[in-house]
Each structure stands twice: as structure tokens, then as C-alpha cells.
């Protein structure tokens, strides 16, 4: 593989792996510090939603300023941040600034995430476009094995708020390994012209943009009976884990990273053969469902890895689909714009489900709220299966 291939790659997987571990640290530290799994899930709503609520403006951005540019700037303010708010907890104290810096650094997070997916389709011309994902999901992955192994091993030799700093500095070389690859690399990213407006406008076209293309519909319902699985288990899964298995953190870290380890297996396969897109998009879909199912129905940690593992390891491969059909269907002048919104779209039922783990546990219980959360991505799944039927037994009799 090239240099600045490898210098890309380097930096996602670092961006990716001090990200994680700050999404590792926030239900972690809310759950041992209070106790309570409500206010676990109610720290997951708080530090997810503002990442996902930004997506439609850092995409605008991406399509009127260089994406390039707003990757650096995602990674170094991040950096920034976590030393600000690490130094005004040493002043107040307080977990509140934990949670903060995670909300604040997750927009950040977005804009990098936007920056690389506008970017992608051109830098890597050697590539089929599912191969680049799947190595991009690779790098991804890896940063998901280790950072939750890492934060674990950090927080067995020094406070979070040690961890905390620590990622800074991760950060830091993301953004160094970013500068090689622009050194390296010859990529020239076609401007277009765009409106002044990056509130309003961008909204009408990425709209405009959804109504009219079928395809789009369809992965944005699918995509949202997903997230709704991958919210619950994210938010639930130390509750689980730690309060009602009784397992150490220790485990409960080595459960995400046995997650992400089977997803790169997924994705080095993806990486060497071509599937047909209905066959990933199926297959990823009932596999999470059958997760879901099963860690709601889990008597012991065993059975709920089993549940837990299909469920991360399956996201991904859905991810690939649902990216490859964006591409292959968006305008590129306005690829950013679409993509954000599609995005946001996607993932409100992420914090959403972290919200209902924290009203709802109460009064149902933790597997009541993933059996709900199941049941719903399932109608979803059957009623976006039964318009595409409609669709093409329609298209037949014409």
C-alpha cells in the first residue's frame, strides 16, 4: 500500500481511537461514580446528540470550504478541548465536564467524519469504492479494538482525568499523520460553486435531493432501525455487563473490542470480494436484528456476546451498503450537503435510545428497553421490504 495511503489510514485510525475512548469513559465513569443506569443512559443521550444534530451544517461546510482544511481543524481543537476542560475540572471538579468535553468534541468529530467521507471517493483511484470503505471501516475498527482496551488499561494506572489528556495527545498525532499524507499525496479535490447560505439552502437541496431519489428513502429508514439497535446496546451494555452480570470493566471492555475484532474480519473479506449490494444490505440487517433479540433475551454474559457480537459486527457491513448507494446516487456538488442530512437523519434514533434507556429502565428494565428497541427496527425492516416489492410488482405490470 502507498505511503500517503497508509499515512490516511493512520490518522483515521488515531482520530477513531481517542474519539472511542472518550465514548468508552462517559457511561463508564456516570455508571461507577452514581450507580444508576438511568443516568449512564441519560450521559449517553447528552454527549451523543450534538454530534449527530451538527451533521447537516459540517456538511454544507465541507461542500463550500476545503475538506481538507476542517479535518486539521476537527483534530487539533479536539486536542485543545480536552486540556481546557481537564483544566477547569482540576479547578471545579465535577463529572459534568467529562460529559461536556465528550458533547463538544463529538460535533468536532462529526466535521472530520464529513471531511473524510467527501474526500474518499477521489483520493483513492487504485480502489473500487467498496474497497476503500472497507479499509477505511478497517482503520475504524482497530481504533474501536483499542480503545476500549486501552481506556481500561489507563484508568488502571492513572484518574480518567489522566486518560483524558492522554487522548489529547492522540489527537495531536492524528493530526501529524493527516500532514503526511497531504505532503504525499497529488490529490487535487474538484470546488464548485455554492451559496452563501449554509443553513437553509443546503437543507432544500439535501431534501430535494431525498424526495426524489427512492434509494435514499430506503437506506434512511433502514439506517434508522440500525442505530436504533446500536444506540441501545451502546448505552445498555456496561449497565449489563457490570450491574447485571456482574462482570469487571475489564470485561466489559475486552466484549467491544471482541466486537470490533470480528467486524474487521467482516470487512477484510468485504476488501477481497464483491457482493452484491441486496445481499450486504440483507444479510447486515437480519444478523443486527438477530443481535438484538438476543441481547434482550440473554440469561448470562455468554449468551448476551453472542447477541452483542453480531450486533457491532454487522454494523459496519450495513454501513458499507448504505455508503455505497449515497455514493453512487448523489450529486457530487452537493454530496456534503446530502450526506449531512441523510446522516442526521440516520442517527436521531441513536440518542433516542439512549434516552429511553434512561426513562424507561425504571419501570420495564433494561431488556424490556432493547426488546422494544428490536421490535421497532424489525417493523421497520418488513415495511421498507414490503414498498420495495410493491414498488417493482408495480413497475412489472406497467
Not at 215 to 240: D, P, R, Y
Amino acid at each position: 500500500m502507498r505511503t500517503d495511503y497508509l499515512a490516511f489510514f493512520l490518522s483515521l485510525f488515531l482520530s477513531r481511537l481517542a474519539d472511542q475512548v472518550l465514548l468508552f469513559l462517559v457511561p463508564l465513569i456516570v455508571f461507577q461514580s452514581t450507580n444508576s443506569a438511568s443516568l449512564a443512559g441519560l450521559a449517553f443521550f447528552v454527549e451523543t446528540l450534538p454530534r449527530f444534530l451538527a451533521f447537516p451544517i459540517c456538511g454544507a461546510l465541507c461542500d463550500k470550504h476545503s475538506p481538507i482544511r476542517l479535518l486539521h481543524i476537527s483534530q487539533i481543537y479536539r486536542a485543545l478541548i480536552c486540556l481546557v476542560a481537564m483544566g477547569l475540572y482540576g479547578l471545579f471538579g465535577g463529572i459534568g465536564w467529562l460529559i461536556g468535553l465528550s458533547a463538544i468534541c463529538g460535533v468536532l468529530t462529526t466535521q472530520g467524519i464529513m471531511a473524510r467521507e467527501v474526500v474518499m471517493p477521489h483520493i483513492f483511484p487504485d480502489y473500487r469504492y467498496g474497497k476503500t470503505l472497507s479499509y477505511s471501516q478497517i482503520a475504524d475498527q482497530t481504533g474501536l479494538v483499542l480503545g476500549p482496551l486501552l481506556a481500561a488499561l489507563a484508568l488502571e494506572i492513572c484518574p480518567w482525568w489522566g486518560v483524558v489528556i492522554g487522548v489529547a495527545l492522540v489527537f495531536v498525532a492524528a493530526d501529524l499523520a493527516m500532514r503526511v499524507w497531504q505532503r504525499n499525496s497529488d490529490v487535487m479535490l474538484e470546488r464548485f460553486d455554492q451559496h452563501a447560505d449554509i443553513w437553509t439552502q443546503p437543507l432544500k437541496i439535501a431534501f430535494g435531493h431525498i424526495r426524489r431519489l427512492p434509494e435514499l428513502q430506503k437506506i434512511i429508514l433502514l439506517a434508522v432501525g440500525v442505530n436504533l439497535i446500536v444506540g441501545v446496546t451502546l448505552a445498555s451494555s456496561a449497565a449489563m455487563m457490570i450491574g447485571s452480570f456482574s462482570e469487571s470493566k475489564d470485561f466489559y471492555a475486552g466484549l467491544q473490542a471482541a466486537g470490533a475484532l470480528l467486524t474487521i474480519a467482516i470487512l477484510f473479506v468485504l476488501a477481497r470480494i464483491s457482493l452484491p449490494l441486496k445481499l450486504l444490505g440483507a444479510m447486515s440487517y437480519i444478523a443486527l436484528l438477530l443481535g438484538a433479540f438476543i441481547t434482550a433475551t440473554s440469561a448470562s454474559s455468554e449468551v448476551y456476546l453472542v447477541g452483542f457480537l453480531l450486533i457491532v459486527g454487522f454494523d459496519k457491513m450495513f454501513n458499507v451498503y448504505m455508503r455505497s448507494i449515497r455514493q453512487r446516487v448523489i450529486p457530487e456538488r452537493d454530496f456534503g450537503k446530502t450526506v449531512g442530512v441523510i446522516t442526521l437523519l440516520n442517527n436521531l434514533s441513536q440518542p433516542l435510545a439512549g434516552l429511553l434507556v434512561g426513562v424507561l429502565t425504571a419501570p420495564i428494565g433494561l431488556r424490556g428497553v432493547i426488546l422494544i428497541n428490536a421490535l421497532a427496527a424489525g417493523v421497520l425492516g418488513v415495511g421498507v421490504a414490503a414498498v420495495v416489492r410493491l414498488r417493482l410488482a408495480t413497475a412489472v405490470e406497467r
